[in-house]
């Protein structure tokens, strides 16, 4: 098993920054990727961004990017979303996944198909 822990959340300006952490623990030698997923309040779940290991490969969704970068420790086994020029509208629970696949795409990171998930990370913007 993969335990996931978030931090990093927080009440935010809309413009502002927030950058937000997510270690790995178990067993980690199965992980191949990592991610963010988000669920705003009466919303689906949705893909943020993810990065593969190994050979790398960043993917955004076009609702974020230019905006959020994430990035990893190949060390730690850790991954980290820096998060700016928030909006009200980024306003959502933070997830951070893991699996034991890499996928190359935004389109292949689907929720059903994440094998670990942190409990979440609670990230309000005010207008």
């Known amino acids: 098993q993969v335990q996931l822990v978030e931090s990093g959340g927080g009440l935010v300006q809309a413009g502002g920054s927030l950058r937000l952490s997510c270690a790995a623990s178990g067993r980690t030698d199965s992980i191949y990727s990592m991610g963010w997923f988000r669920q705003a309040p009466g919303k689906e779940r949705e893909f943020v961004a993810g990065t593969n290991w190994g050979h790398g490969g960043t993917y955004y969704a076009d609702s974020v990017k230019g905006r959020f970068t994430i990035s990893r420790d190949n060390v730690k086994i850790a991954v980290y979303l820096q998060l700016n020029g928030l909006k009200p509208e980024d306003t959502a629970v933070y997830y951070c996944?893991?699996?034991?696949?890499?996928?190359?795409?935004?389109?292949?990171?689907?929720?059903?198909?994440?094998?670990?998930w942190g409990k979440g990370t609670l990230v309000t913007v005010s207008s």
């Open positions: 996944v893991a699996d034991q696949a890499q996928r190359y795409g935004a389109q292949y990171w689907v929720s059903y198909h994440m094998a670990y």
